[in-house]
């Protein structure tokens, strides 16, 4: 009896996404250092983690909203606008702690109106966060006039403080707080319980007496306070903010990063730990085809298909019941 339960244990452990992540994350490391020693360097995964410390928090919002069935493709504005309002405030001789607040409370707010519109309307979030992206980013265009704004170095202690002059703390702090309380959030709470349990079955949490619109709303205007603590960290990183680094597609990072990571589109199914595996794993294999001069181009078709690879592994399930 003890061999059998140990037995289905394994077969279990076998298929969570995220046990499979780990071991090609293992795999890939292996693999690229025997090409390329440099990869596993201190410095080089130091790289990583500060080049995915702005998609790594977007994400969190990202499963977050996933989580609860939800989705917003207008992250990436949020976050940049959030960044030009920071610089406006900086550049017209404000304190950065007054821009801090200033940027994470605009965010917050387009996150909450997200959410509003989402919950009265009953429509499909994919298409009213595809209309308020162009809406945010017309915003920013207006407040920038298209120019490129400077955080006149206010910013910089963030990326320049280092641990033992290798690691970055405030930056991996701010990851890591975001992922912190976004586990914590939906693991030990029950407001995270009852998002969990909305985006799993909107209609039978809303017959268990739930207030359906209340956690939505929630769940979009925590993800628009995620984008301006990622704004924060984007200001610390390059220096500068224009408009146009929405075009850099920053939602549909961290979309991939969850998906890859084991949250599905259903609602109600995958963690943080599965996403923030995700966000490693995206951040490492993009790395990796760096380090090893892979084309620019070949990297855009490996990208795209490990989206798909995601979603259909995920869907695995329904593909074996059919």
Known sequence: MAEAAARTKAKIDLKDQRILL?????????????????????????VVLQQVSVVGILTMGMALLLISGGIDLSMGSIMVF??????????????????IVAGLSVSTLFGFINGVIIAKSR?????ITLGMANVYFGISLVVSNGKFLNFQQKFE???RTKLWDVVPVYMLAFFALVVAFTAILLNLTKTGRRIVAVGGNEENAYLSGLRINRFKILAYT?????????????AARLDSVTS???????ELSA?????????????????????FTGVLLIGLLSNAMTVLSINSYIQKIVQGAIIVLAVVFSNMDKIKRN
Request: aromatic fraction near 8%; glycine fraction near 12%; charged fraction near 10%.
């Open 123 to 127: 429509c499909l979030p994919l298409i």
């Open 255 to 275: 979309l991939t990063a969850s998906i890859v990571g084991g949250v599905t589109f259903e609602g109600g199914r995958g963690t943080i730990l599965g996403a």
């Open 157 to 159: 202690w963030i990326r």
């Open 244 to 250: 146009s680094a929405t075009s850099a597609n920053y």
């Open 82 to 99: 959030s960044a030009v309002v920071m610089a406006k405030v900086i550049m017209g001789g404000g304190d950065p702690a007054l821009a």
């Open 222 to 234: 925590v993800s628009g306070f995620f984008c301006g603590v990622a704004s924060i960290v984007f």
């Open 22 to 46: 780990w071991l090609i994350i293992l795999v890939l490391c292996v693999v690229v250092t025997a090409i390329n020693p440099r990869f596993l360097s201190v410095d080089n995964i130091m």
